[in-house]
């Protein structure tokens, strides 16, 4: 029943590792996201997908790479990882409209680098 | 450059009375503003949002205000309850979409019994 899924809740794993999280939305939207939240407690953006075309790429590294198999899922790859990539990363999605549109969230991925 | 400023990092309102929270922003670009409201371990949940052509959105308990002059806009709730303890983020994003939203850095609210 959840709308905006993602997997894992929690992530542990040791710098220079590769690892991948997953989301999924089942609610029909066409454009998914994935946001950081840093330790400043700041929310940014990091990419934006559209009928599973990037419409949007924040300088963020080429470590990070996103995939989107189908509109419903949007999955994020981080190569090589770093201290400073510890964050939640949250997953969103949107039914893009031209106006009075909403994200919707999900319950976000702790990532930690040791 | 912080472009959404949430100055106040927490409040604490009684129940029963007016929660207000506040939001700056400092780009003329921001036409569409929105409330995320949000617990710990889960992701935030939209509350309310107003476009620049309004000043005002009702929903429920929930009011938003727009002044464009002090590019300020508030987020009231009455009556508060304890179910509103949470943190809220303000967004603004611009071209009428929320496809690039950019977020504050909160408001813990605490409404006491």
């Known amino acids: 029943d959840t709308a905006v899924s993602q997997t894992p809740k929690y992530l542990v794993t040791q710098m220079g590792n590769d690892k991948s999280i997953k989301c999924e939305q089942n609610?029909?939207?066409?454009?998914m996201y994935w946001y950081k939240q840093d330790s400043k407690k700041f929310l940014k953006i990091m990419f934006s997908?559209?009928?599973?075309?990037?419409?949007i790429n924040e300088t963020v590294p080429n470590r990070f790479s996103p995939k989107s198999p189908d509109k419903a899922h949007l999955n994020l790859h981080i190569n090589s990882l770093e201290l400073g990539d510890s964050a939640v990363y949250f997953c969103?999605?949107?039914?893009?409209?031209?106006?009075?549109?909403?994200?919707?969230f999900g319950s976000g991925t702790q990532l930690s680098v040791l | 450059d912080q472009q959404v400023k949430q100055n106040s990092p927490s409040l604490s309102v009684q129940e029963g009375r007016i929660s207000i929270l506040n939001c700056d922003y400092t780009?003329?670009?921001?036409?569409?503003f929105l409330w995320y409201k949000k617990y710990p371990a889960e992701g935030p949940t939209f509350l309310i949002s107003?476009?620049?052509?309004?000043d005002k959105n009702e929903d429920g308990r929930f009011t938003v205000f727009l002044n464009k002059s002090a590019k300020h806009l508030s987020l009231h709730i009455v009556p508060s309850q304890p179910g509103d303890s949470a943190v809220y983020f303000c967004?603004?994003?611009?071209?009428?979409?929320?496809?690039?939203?950019?977020f504050g850095t909160g408001t813990r609210l605490q409404v006491t019994l």
């Open positions: 609610l029909g939207h066409d454009t």
């Open positions: 969103a999605s949107s039914l893009l409209t031209g106006g009075d549109e909403k994200l919707f």
């Open positions: 107003i476009s620049s052509i309004k």
């Open positions: 780009n003329s670009m921001f036409d569409y």
């Open positions: 967004a603004a994003s611009g071209g009428g979409t929320a496809s690039k939203l950019t």
């Open positions: 997908y559209n009928n599973k075309e990037l419409i």
